[in-house]
């Protein structure tokens, strides 16, 4: 079945350092990727996605491209910030199902 | 502003009783999801309903039960034949199978 793995954490990082968490996926058709974030005690929130090979989904410094020779989605940033110190998660979904299938997060640290 | 509100934020539980978990969405969506968040582990999907009083069994379904009778709303009870219902629940949206899902700030139940 489908299936989204993504690193383990916890990544602990200083400020202004690059951040890399990684994200590959098994999915049958071609699926929709997304990655969310989610800050202590809240829901998810999306940022950002992409719908078909090669797209390149951006949002707040974060950026990650739809590799589909590599089933891939890494999440990358230039400079990280203390702020964005949350969880992660990786997901996908396709078009033969409603539903969407997480990977199961990677803690991300940022120390000032 | 449209969004996804459950209610309440905390929730605490008697063993043995059931309870139930709001969750209401003005963004005229058609699916809408449950999903159980453990920490340390990603999300797993309880129930998920693509239109109007129709409903699926996700991953986790067994103890819980929901109703689907408007649009904007889809409760989920967890009953007392849930082992383990202590967690984090979080109710999600979607406008299609290939767009991003919407998800509200999450109930903590404690079971006591």
């Known amino acids: 079945g489908d299936s989204v793995t993504q690193m383990e954490g916890p990544v602990t990082l200083s400020e202004e350092a690059f951040l890399t968490i990684n994200c590959t996926y098994t999915?049958?058709?071609?699926?929709?990727l997304f990655w969310y974030v989610q800050y202590p005690g809240e829901g998810l929130q999306l940022l950002l996605k992409?719908?078909?090979?090669?797209d390149k989904g951006s949002n707040k410094g974060f950026e990650a491209t739809y590799r589909k020779e590599t089933t891939s989605f890494h999440l990358e940033k230039g400079s990280v910030q203390v702020s964005d110190s949350a969880v992660y998660f990786c997901?996908?979904?396709?078009?033969?199902?409603?539903?969407?299938?997480f990977g199961t997060g990677t803690r991300l640290k940022v120390l000032a | 502003d449209g969004g996804i509100t459950q209610s309440p934020k905390y929730l605490f539980r008697k063993e043995g009783q059931n309870v139930t978990l709001s969750c209401e969405q003005n963004?005229?969506?058609?699916?809408m999801y449950w999903y159980r968040q453990d920490p340390g582990q990603g999300l797993r999907l309880i129930y998920y309903?693509?239109?109007?009083?129709?409903?699926q069994k996700g991953d986790i379904a067994e103890g819980y039960s929901v109703s689907r009778e408007k649009k904007e709303s889809f409760p989920l009870t967890v009953t007392s034949a849930q082992k383990n219902p202590t967690a984090f629940y979080l109710c999600?949206?979607?406008?299609?199978?290939?767009?991003?899902?919407?998800f509200g700030q999450g109930t903590r139940l404690t079971v006591v």
């Open positions: 309903s693509q239109i109007v009083n129709d409903f």
């Open positions: 997901a996908l979904s396709t078009s033969g199902t409603y539903k969407y299938i």
């Open positions: 999600a949206s979607s406008i299609s199978r290939t767009d991003e899902a919407f």
């Open positions: 992409a719908t078909k090979a090669d």
């Open positions: 963004l005229n969506h058609d699916a």
């Open positions: 999915a049958t058709g071609y699926p929709s």
